[in-house]
């Protein structure tokens, strides 16, 4: 786990949460340990050992040693190419794969040369959806490692509804290119039919910088003369997330950056919540056609898919019931984690056979339905 992820209960990220996730239900879970920067609250159901002191970013350089000790037989790093490569170079003759968990950055013609002949001593690359993967290989087309999608997978018996009150969640980063201002924006359009039905905005952040804490600081402005129908919380661990989760009728999803996949959304999904969200990247993968599937950038059509669901329960609880059954169908933990150990072991097979697959070759782990 590279820079800029917090392998631990209070400030994980989707790539930290997907990463735990995986290690938890392997069928390796044995024989596997998670390399991360030092945190107060590590992880304690999995096996990781943290390369710095709480607090510090770990560089490519920190994972040496304690990989030389480890000795091991395949290495996994998730989204940091260049920690990729760091590793590649330092564990020769060992199959390195590459996690990805969004979009791969359309830089220039010669950037894409350099990182091309890099990303070609990757033993694989495993993306979280289909969008990712599509636009990497529309833009990246000299790269012959074998290009995969294991879409993320969830406890769907510990993301499971409650008796639900009349609410509303935002569960994600305070950034706004993840949507936030749109759905407060959406919120101060309507709070006062929303107030007269007793329905209530609960905004949950994950604030793990000084650029986030400032968007936080200003939501709590901008929200300021709606306190008793509206809060904010930040930081809050995994099974406290779940619970606010499972009480709200409606989660919103409101990103503008083309997300990778959409955790927070099968999230709300598994626990019984009707879902808007937008369009970009990869979240159509996560939601199909059980929410509200609206534009980035439009805080009028968050308020009227609000005021529409607000306003009509049977619609509610369908989509709900259709968002679970999807989850449950295709994103259940047990059989992602069975999936990714499988598309492990392939990768793993290639690499010391010396098989030519390459990403011409096709392989779907999600089907969209």
Partial sequence: MPRNMHFCQSRATSIDLCAHDLALHSQNKGNLRIFAGGEEDLFEDVDVLAVTEPGKKPTPARFY????????????????????????????????????????ERNSAFKRWKYTRKMNRLAGIIWVGEDARNNFCENFTGVKARSVVVPNGIDCDLWSPAPKENSVIYVGRAREDKGVFDLAQAWLACADRLDRTGWKLNLVLA??????QSTANSLRQMLSNHAASVSIETNLNASDVQKRLARSSIAVVPSIVAEGFGRTAIEAMSCGAAVITTHSGGLWEAVGETGKVINPRAPKEIASALLDLADNQPMREDMAEAGRERVLRLFNIQQIAENYDDMLMSLWDDFVSGSDNTQGLIDHMLVSE
């Fill in 207 to 212: 604030v793990t910088d000084e650029g986030e």
């Fill in 65 to 104: 040693d304690p990989l030389s000790e480890f000795g091991p037989q395949l290495i996994v790093v998730h989204q940091h190419l260049e920690t990729a490569f760091q590793i590649i170079t330092d564990f020769p003759g060992t199959p390195v794969v590459l996690h990805r968990h969004g979009r791969f």
